[in-house]
């Protein structure tokens, strides 16, 4: 018989035994980083009091983005970071790690077998991916993906979806974060715009209709004098919290709605930028920036306040350049001086984002890079920082892990050329944009104009604002890059258009 005085011994033991392994167990868990990416969307290279050149420019010193100056103090700022020209072709490669020109999603999608955007006059759209990232292959016109997130989940990550997604058409199973590997989807749909950054107006288009532009999932926010950015930060913070209380590690894909059209003011921020003297539309626009700055600033806190924060990476990234063409409203709002052009171009207005990686203990504080990276280099990136080595894709990841050179390591990886494709027509008018494919290699970037056959060379560090086309003063250049830059098109099956006047597939760059 045992003993009140055995049994009690027993039990205290047995709790100091359970308590440690828990304790240990949480350790192990532990071990694993948070990670969070704050994608935001249209945020040109300069739309922000970071510089991100050799010098403050005067959109430097217009912007207030106090807490993206934490982030780069606290972590490494990329200088020479790229995307794609438009918003679902990046999405996809983050998530894939695979280039545009592989997964043929070259252009922005929104209803499901529907190209959203007619041809330019005298050229013909190839059968593009128009119905998005998939994670089977029984969608037509879609890619077939293991997707980033899945393998995290799959991997004892809470995986998290905040704001737009915009990775599947309408009415297919790619429309909806949860289908792509996110555990919890907060407001993603198949619309790359919200209706309305009001919850006064239910972030809807029109309270009298129902649009395919309304922001899903926001019910409980309906009716209240509360701006989409902070909903957005809110909800993914009380999902953060879920995977906290629970041990397990998380990845937050913060993807905010804000920077995008329609260009409304935050209440919060707008009134500082008239009193300074801005265009209504620049104030708006500036008022939408600070709205952002304050998410990334109340998640640093956050993470700070559940002490986490060194083990949390924060990647900050935008999908593409600042809208500088024409906008629904009438007026340009961002105009990403020194680079020339904006969304919708390879020129470097288009494709240049800022860039920002936290690593605790891991990147040099108040850092910066001039390594050339490209947004399917998050893929392989994010996953070595998770820690996960052996994980099998359906896909061909184009992508090279950057960890090296946040490690302060010696790479020579990063001295490859870069290539965009964009065989489409994205919509409004500018300098530079539609229908192109471009390669940049060292200094030198090449891009081809499908339409007219043309060339554009630009030397990149001489001519940051892509000034002085150099094509006829450096004809062997062209040349090696042409060559280069059809040779890997070919490589990956790229898609060319048809030229109406002739019927016929518009040449590779090096054929001409």
């Known amino acids: 018989m045992i003993s009140n005085v055995s ?16 304790q240990k167990n949480t350790i192990a868990i532990q071990k694993k980083p948070n990670i969070i990416l704050f994608f935001v969307d249209d945020m040109g290279w300069q739309d922000t009091s970071v510089p991100f050149w050799n010098k403050k420019t005067a959109l430097n010193n217009l912007y207030n983005t106090p807490n ?3 982030l780069a103090s606290e972590g490494m700022k990329f200088t020479q970071a790229y ?12 998530i894939s790690g695979m280039n545009a020109a592989r997964h043929r999603v070259t252009n922005w999608t929104l209803r499901r077998n529907t190209d959203p955007v007619g041809p330019p006059k005298g050229l013909k759209m190839p059968k593009w991916n128009v119905n998005g990232a998939q994670t089977s292959d029984s969608i037509p016109l879609s890619v077939h993906i293991t997707p980033l997130q899945q393998i995290l989940k799959d991997n004892g ?3 998290i979806h905040s704001g737009k997604a915009h990775w599947g058409a309408m009415n297919t199973p790619g429309e909806n974060p949860k289908n792509l590997g996110f555990d919890v989807n907060i407001a993603g749909h198949a619309a790359g715009a919200p209706g309305s950054y009001y919850g006064t107006k239910n972030f809807k288009n029109s309270l009298k209709k129902n649009s395919i532009w309304d922001v899903p999932g926001l019910e409980k926010y309906h009716g209240k004098d509360i701006f989409l950015t902070e909903v957005l930060t809110q909800e993914a913070i009380i999902a953060m919290d879920k995977a906290i209380d629970s041990d397990k590690p998380f990845y937050l894909h913060m993807a905010h709605y804000a920077v995008h059209t329609p260009i409304q003011g935050d209440p919060r921020f707008e009134q500082k930028y008239l009193d300074l003297g801005l265009h209504k539309t620049e104030a708006k626009y500036a008022s939408l920036i600070e709205g ?8 640093m806190n956050h993470l700070e306040e559940k002490g986490i924060a060194e083990n949390t990476i924060i990647l900050f990234m935008s999908d593409n350049g600042g809208l500088s063409a024409v906008a629904r409203g009438g007026e340009k709002h961002t105009h990403n001086k020194p680079l020339s052009s904006g969304k919708g171009s390879v020129h470097e207005g288009g494709i240049r984002e800022p ?5 605790p203990k891991t990147a040099q504080k108040n850092s910066t890079t001039d390594a050339k990276v490209i947004i399917e280099d998050f893929f392989p990136t994010i996953l070595e920082m998770a820690g996960i080595e052996n994980y099998k894709t359906v896909q061909k990841v184009d992508g090279i892990s950057f960890t090296n050179i946040l490690k302060g390591k010696e790479t020579t990886d990063f001295e490859r050329a870069l290539f965009w494709h964009y065989p489409n027509n994205w919509g409004p008018t500018g300098p530079g944009i539609g229908a192109t ?6 200094d030198w970037k090449l891009i081809y104009y499908h339409l007219d056959r043309s060339f554009e060379l630009f030397n990149l560090k001489n001519d940051i604002g892509e000034s002085t086309n150099l094509v006829r003063t450096e004809k062997t250049m062209v040349t090696n890059l042409a060559k280069e830059l059809g040779s890997y098109l070919r490589s990956v099956d790229a898609q060319m258009p048809l030229d109406t006047k002739t019927e016929k597939t518009v040449p590779w760059p090096d054929e001409l």
């Open 7 to 22: 049994r009690t011994l027993f039990l205290a033991c047995s709790c100091v035994l359970v308590f440690s392994c828990k």
């Open 68 to 70: 993206m100056e934490r």
């Open 83 to 94: 995307a794609t020209p438009v918003c679902t072709p990046t999405r996809v490669s983050l």
């Open 157 to 159: 990550y809470l995986t």
């Open 292 to 299: 952002m700055d304050k998410s990334l600033g109340d998640l």
């Open 355 to 359: 860039m920002i990686v936290k690593w």
């Open 437 to 442: 494919s471009t390669i940049r290699k060292g």
